[in-house]
């Protein structure tokens, strides 16, 4: 099994760490220390080790951050997690701030005086992120003091080692470019930079440029570690050697040299003394890391992780892989579904339909020779009130039953070797109310707008996110995420730098793939998500047009449950597309299911009635 309902955070154990901390702050001449919730490569998954926040406050979720003064301490959040946080922390230690509204940076501004002291790990925050807090401690007179040693660390008693589990290479198969290759791309890049070398700190971009994945992180098949990249092509690789085979070490040794991780801050000291120009992500890159270079003679480029972009744009493998990988997940949430509608409200809980899917999907998987090899994040299953909190991480302290009249919101994907999948699918237990379908309807509406989306060339995901809520907001909604987030090949779920959202900033290229799932909650009553992954297809000619236009093609292959669509409030052409869709999915995964399954798919995608007046 590969979710164990035991992560929800536990708001007692706030008070006597907090305690340790001040303590500790106290006897260090400090006013605060910042806790964010990340590690030294930045990720959004981290290892045991490095679940500081959540350790120190009780908060699992995988974004926040936490600033604890002598008399208060404070948790910042954005709207993905404003419920669940008052669920997990003590609401008498933390107070809690929003990390959109009012970020740290800007917090800071309106907190602390002239002369407080703020403590920091330069290794758990970014080059940008550092440069934000600086300005405005400098307009107040705070003062930021980067630590050598981070206090959590000193008062964690019982902290957790450092994960070393086994490298595995990722085959020609399904990376589709040889490692080399890869390599002497990125060395290219360098140099046009402007740069000798690049550090890379992101494991993805490791993973991608090295052909190589791990087991460091859960749900992600990363392998930590840092690497130094040269114009030159004389690139170092700093991983504990602890997680190669012989195989495997003898196959890096090929592209880099090894080094320990413990060897990597002496290695950007030398090469800074020697006058290198290294280049380092603002946005990625440790502060730290800045501090070594310029401390040490060398010169900082400030330019972007050159694997981001190419990891980003999916070749053809990486795209087929994805294709397949969907047919198989597809095939195995239809049997999920089709399962759960034959249970009786009430007789199911969430954490039995988490298990009960995760089975589909191994048992798929075999059937087809390619295993899952994990989820690819834990199974957000939410029925009623649950549903509505955005990043819901079920567990045994707040399963609920599955109740007539509720919405059951589940969001889940599975890691292949040849594919990340990621979908969302909402349905009713029992009969909806009207209320309920009338805004699943409008999800529905925003969804499949991005899904026939056209766009030129050099669009980006902001210019286009206000198309998934458009029917949303006319009827006076919203919801409080992105519409869509980039997503790896058997890499991370979550993959920047691409994204559909008001702050995504990022051209979407051809080949890149991404979610898209608009929704809508109520507090306390009930979640919508409907999600697919989509892929930007090439810019072609539109007949009569001026200019070529990029599309999307959509990956993801799982009915749309039909008893929540009002098709009064669906055009022709969003009927159109549904219908379409549905065929596309019967088609494609149908011929993977037989007897009752296959049944229920062929009801479940069968063409609605045309009510559209437009």
Partial sequence: MFQTFDSAGDPAVGKPRVALLRQWLAANGLDGFIVPRADEHQGEYVADRSARLKWLTGFSGSAGVAIV???????????????????EVDLDIFSIESLVDNPPAAWLKDNLGKGARLGFDPWLHTISEVKALQASADKTGAVLVPLDKNPIDIIWKDQPEAPVAPVELHPIGFAGELAKDKLARLATAIAKDGATHAVLTDPSSIAWAFNIRGGDVPHTPLALGFAILAADGSHQLFMDRRKFSRQVAAYLTQLAEPHEPGEFEAAIVALAKGGAKIALDPVLAADRLRMLVEDNGGT????????????????????????????????????????????????????????????ARRRTGEETQMPLRDISFDTISGAGPNGAIMH??????????????????????????????????????????????????????????????????????SEIDAVARMALWKHGCDFAHGTGHGVGSYLAVHEGPQRIARTG?????????????????????????????????????????????????????????????????????????LDTYHARVLAEIGPMLDGETLAWLEKATAPLPHDAKI
């Fill in 300 to 359: 900082v480029v400030a330019a972007a992780d050159p694997a981001r972009i190419p990891r980003a744009t999916k070749n053809q493998a990486e795209i087929n892989g994805s294709r397949a990988a969907h047919r198989r997940d597809g095939a195995a949430v239809a049997k999920l579904l089709c399962w759960l509608e034959r249970q009786k409200p009430g007789s199911l809980d969430e954490i039995t339909v988490v298990t009960k899917l995760e089975e």
């Fill in 505 to 577: 900033t990022e051209k979407l290229l051809e080949g890149m793939m991404l979610s898209n799932e608009p929704g809508y909650y109520k507090e306390g009553s009930y979640g919508i998500r409907i999600e697919n992954l989509i892929l930007v297809t090439p810019a072609e000619e539109v007949e009569g047009g001026d200019i070529a236009m990029h599309g999307f093609e959509t990956l993801t292959l799982a009915p749309i449950d039909k008893r929540l669509v009002r098709t009064d409030l669906l055009t022709r052409d969003e009927l159109h597309w």
């Fill in 69 to 87: 003064l002598r008399d208060r301490a404070f948790v910042f959040v954005d709207g993905r997690y404003t419920l669940q946080v008052r669920h």
């Fill in 392 to 461: 819901y991480r079920v567990s045994r302290a707040t399963s609920r039953k599955l109740q007539a009249g509720e919405l059951f919101l589940l969001d889940s994907g599975g890691q292949y070797q040849d594919g990340t999948t990621d979908i969302t699918r909402t349905v009713p237990i029992g009969q909806p109310t009207e209320e309920m379908r009338e805004r699943f309807t409008l999800v529905l509406k925003g969804m499949i707008g991005i899904s026939t989306l056209r766009f030129p060339a050099g669009t980006r995901g």
